[in-house]
């Protein structure tokens, strides 16, 4: 289902990406809890993509752009950098088609994202504190004579992450009468997944919306200021997949057409969300995957009466951490 009537060619090439990687992804769930709407006075569903394989949407674009750039020749080896989940998604990918995959991660990633892709196989290089991680990538992969797969600022990644959408539409769709929601909400990191979203939507009645940390909230600054910019302040998060300085330039050109608005949500909130998203749907989600629906909780009476899509990103959190922040005792501050 393509919302986008103004798509022309657009159509076509998420149709040619959906059948593209449909025989290696999972469709994931789309949930939702009749409790939790009667409390929240909403018609709110949950996309549980933190349920993909690698544990995150991410393998959705590896997918598309790997299998896009190798399917005239084979490639000899695959090379990303990455915060964690693209670089676990994009092992993975290169696993199953056998070629050799290298990451290049920068030096605060937690050590259950390392571990993530090196049980697929792929090597890690770490960046030192001093160290770009681009430009560290771009100097391993021409060492390596390396294929690189852009994380998401690649139109062919979009295209992959756009599928996220597309299938959260057909099963919203199925389930509501034929309806379409009255908003969507994604989590803001580089940005790929809602310019995927954005690809869907464009300019239909449906508000797509994004979520970010208050502390790492460049793609709300870029927004107002009608261009890509580094937020000079992005501090420490618990939402590590999200910690980008800017967003992607392509991104962002497909953001500022379709996304209504960025809500910023403050640490607190994101782990009061995933202790929400524990005991009401049982699902595992790492800070940064439970961002869009911490933004419904912390903004819900914008979203009173309405039928309202967030997508639950990426799951990948140590069950340390995990164990510490369900054990707490509240549960959301803006009940």
Known sequence: MIVNTNSGGIADRLEIASARISSFIQTTPLLKSDYLNDRLQCNLFIKAENLQRTGSFKIRGALNKTLASTSDESASHLLTWSSGNHGAALAEVAQDLGIPASVVVPPWIPKVKVDNILSRGADVYTASDTQDVVKMGKSIAA???????????????????????????????????????????YPCGGGSLIAGAALVVGHSPIALL??????????????????????????????????NRRPGALTFDLMRQSVRDVLLVDDACVEAAMRVLFRHFKLVTEPGGAIAFAAVLSEIRSFRDKSVVAVISGGNVSHEQFAKVIQADNEVRAW
């Open 143 to 185: 060492r390596l004579g390396a294929v690189v797969i852009p994380a998401y600022d690649d139109i062919s990644v979009i295209d992959g992450q756009a599928t996220v959408t597309l299938e959260l539409l057909s099963q919203f769709s199925e389930t509501n009468n034929g309806s379409a929601p009255d908003a969507l909400i």
């Open 210 to 243: 994004g979520a970010e940390p208050t502390a790492a909230a460049d793609t709300k600054r870029s927004l107002l200021a009608g261009e890509p910019c580094e937020a000079p302040d992005v501090g420490i998060t618990i939402c590590d997949a999200l910690r």
